[in-house]
């Protein structure tokens, strides 16, 4: 007796996109997106990272030049952000040009 392959009587289903399934997928990468602009960095991270800028400067490290280079990075940092937190340009975005716009 031989066996034959089993075959149906039913209709193959049809290979379709799975919309479901795509919009899922696209909301896990726009929240794995958003939450690694969100991420923030360590005082140890961040103290690595400067020593690391100060290094290839060509600064060696335990010099006052060394120190001098971290000390201009943290000033720099400093004032970038009293920029961004004084400025009226910078903040919520309502729309306008300036902070005068009809």
Same mark, same amino acid.
């Given at each position: 007796?031989?066996?034959?392959?089993?075959?149906?009587?039913?209709?193959?289903?049809?290979?379709?996109?799975?919309? !479901?399934?795509?919009?899922?997928?696209?909301?896990?990468?726009?929240?794995?997106?958003?939450?690694?602009?969100?991420?923030? +960095?360590?005082?140890?991270?961040?103290?690595?990272?400067?020593?690391?800028?100060?290094?290839?400067? /060509?600064?060696?490290?335990?010099?006052?030049?060394?120190?001098?280079?971290?000390?201009? +990075?943290?000033?720099? !940092?400093?004032?970038?952000?009293? +920029?961004?937190?004084?400025?009226?340009?910078?903040?919520?975005?309502? @729309? /306008?040009? @300036?902070?005068?716009?009809?």
């Amino acid at each position: 007796m031989q066996h034959q392959a089993h075959t149906s009587s039913a209709p193959a289903k049809r290979d379709r996109p799975r919309w !479901r399934d795509l919009g899922a997928t696209a909301t896990v990468l726009l929240l794995a997106t958003a939450l690694s602009a969100c991420q923030t +960095i360590t005082p140890e991270q961040r103290r690595a990272a400067d020593e690391a800028q100060c290094r290839s400067y /060509g600064f060696k490290p335990r010099t006052e030049a060394f120190a001098n280079c971290l000390m201009r +990075i943290d000033l720099e !940092r400093r004032l970038e952000r009293s +920029i961004r937190l004084n400025s009226p340009y910078y903040g919520p975005y309502y @729309g /306008g040009p @300036g902070p005068y716009w009809w």
